[in-house]
């Protein structure tokens, strides 16, 4: 199969992680005879240096085209003071709108070899749910701004019924699949929009009559994730309550590096891990490529490639068994770098 993918490396360990997963992609595509074409685009802040523009329009348009995007990470702590528009992030939300990718999957897998969660053991027995993200509405993307000379600032929370509905019906399906359950999670004891999330779930679960679905408020979520994570499913939330618990569910894998997740919607389709630049380990080789692999399994997914995607998973799970892992899951004495995980992920695929 013949696929355009379009290539955002990104800020911080954004292209080295990538390259990794590269190298595991043309791995599936030797082994199985796939055609994977990929153009690197710019954005975030070397987009800012080249075009004065962190989302330039022609990194749109070739995302616009192609058969799918896989992204790095995105932001850089000498653009934190840009203006507002301005700033690395702002790329990516701009990308993320103009793609309309408003359904952020993000599964949440615990490797049961891997012993680096700071959770009790029998906790984590059995976890496995998925966070729905809404992606492309809420403080995200309502007006903000400064006032009073910079004294008073604002950021305008907003959702339409139309928005909550259209991500609402793509958890409800993935329920249908799965253990037949939706927590839907929001502040609707003190927030507007989320009372209007309620009632808008509430209606289309009446299509539904086979899911479960439950309410939770974001502080009491928050607790329960951790206390006792087995009873989520598919957990449906709005774009900032997504963004703080799909870290914290990271805590029960054992590292934000492990954590893959697809920004979909309407036909188009991004594969972002869930970790952000970080750019204190920037070009150290110590960064966790396996969030960003895992996400280009989710791509092989949507491609139809399934013994393909089943075979990346059984490589990085291997890597785990064997401890070929970075310093965020080993001890560092133990370690493998970046790139040695990503050449034994590789060589698993094309030799096993
Ligand atoms: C994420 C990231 C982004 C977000 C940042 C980099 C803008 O934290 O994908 O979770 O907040 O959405
Ligand atoms: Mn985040």
Known sequence: MIKNISVIEGDGIGPEVIRQTIKVLNSISIKYGHDFRYKNILAGSKAIEKF???????????????????????????????????????????????????????????????????????????VNFIIYRELTGG???GKKGRCKNGNKAYDHCVYSKKEIERIGEKAFKAAFSRKKKVTLVDKANVLETSR????????????????????LYIDNASMQIIMNPKKFDIILTDNMFGDILSDESSVLTGSLGLLPSASTGGDKIMF???????PQAKGKNIANPIGCILSASMMLEHFGMYKEKNHLEKAVQNSIEKKICTP???DYKLSSTTEEVGDYIEKYILYQ
Do not use: Q
Request: aromatic share 10%; proline share 9%; net charge negative.
């Open 52 to 126: 004065s523009d962190p989302m330039p329009e022609e990194t749109i348009d070739h995302c616009l085209k192609s058969d799918a995007v896989l992204f790095g990470s995105i932001g850089d702590p000498k653009y934190d003071h840009n203006p507002i528009g301005m700033r690395p992030e702002d790329g990516l939300l701009k990308l993320r709108k103009k793609m309309n990718l408003y359904c952020n999957i993000r599964p949440i897998i615990v490797f049961p070899k891997l012993d680096k969660s700071p959770i009790k053991k029998e906790l984590l027995k059995e």
């Open 196 to 215: 209007l999330w309620r009632e808008v779930i509430k209606e289309i679960s009446l299509d539904y009559p086979d899911i479960c679905l439950d309410f």
């Open 139 to 141: 403080i995200y993307f």
């Open 328 to 330: 965020d899951i080993i």
């Open 272 to 278: 972002e891990p869930i970790h952000g630049s970080y």
